[in-house]
């Protein structure tokens, strides 16, 4: 059976750690963040956040039902984030753009939370605020309901996917990346133009572009694609 998480206004009465801070779920949550960047997922773990909170491990769950719900929240706060400061200006595609890379840059802030939470699906304040945000910046602009969300689907999921596969590039060991980077630059340049013609002919552009997101170009085409649709 689930446990009972106490509400809000229970939990601030609670008495300070040891070290005299007292909980919160957004203390927990950047704590969760900092433990993320240092060990990696595997180390994201009750014990070793009630080691760097200074409490029991088990007074995490007056605030999460679970590790997978302290995920959850996680992934909103990194929302929230990206959202902190946005403001519409009434332009729909520059309004959508600005949306995108800020939720994409959010994510990369954080590789590791990124690669947990990128594909799920929170239900809390931030997502929903993100979400209707979205939903507003489309109806607003005066694309029919099911086009928007049509267009809304496909900004959603390249965003989060293009934030979960760059993220998951920027996580792995320093030495891995530099091997999959470096790749371009010697396996694909090196190949010959009797038995690869096309990769020869463009090796020197892919050398350049493939170590960077695709996430802008990809973003923009989706864009454009929305835009004609709208001018039908």
């Known amino acids: 059976m689930p446990k009972q998480v106490v509400p809000e206004e229970r939990r601030r009465r609670r008495r300070p750690t040891k070290s005299g801070r007292v909980l919160s779920e957004a203390l927990i949550v950047d704590t969760a963040l900092r433990l993320l960047h240092e060990h990696g997922g595997a180390g994201l773990t009750a014990r070793r956040l009630g ?132 790749m371009w630059r010697s396996a694909y340049a090196r190949l010959p133009a009797a038995t690869h013609p096309r990769i020869a002919e463009a090796a020197p552009l892919l050398a350049t572009r493939m170590v960077t997101s695709a996430y802008p170009t990809a973003l923009d085409m989706l864009l454009t694609s929305a835009e004609q649709c709208a001018k039908r």
């Open 51 to 182: 080691l760097a909170l200074d409490c029991d491990p088990s007074t995490l769950y007056r605030y999460f039902r679970g590790m997978d719900d302290l995920t959850l929240a996680i992934g909103d706060a990194l929302i929230g984030r990206a959202l902190r400061g946005w403001r519409p200006t009434g332009q729909w595609r520059e309004d959508l753009r600005s949306i995108g890379l800020r939720i994409h840059a959010a994510y990369l802030s954080h590789p590791q939370a990124a690669v947990l939470t990128a594909s799920r699906v929170s239900g809390r304040a931030n997502e929903l605020a993100a979400d209707e945000a979205v939903l507003e910046v489309l109806r607003g602009a005066g694309f029919p309901l099911p086009e928007t969300v049509r267009i809304y689907h496909a900004f959603i999921d390249t965003t989060l996917a293009f934030a979960a596969l760059d993220a998951a590039s920027l996580a792995l060991p320093d030495a891995a990346r530099r091997a999959d980077e470096d």
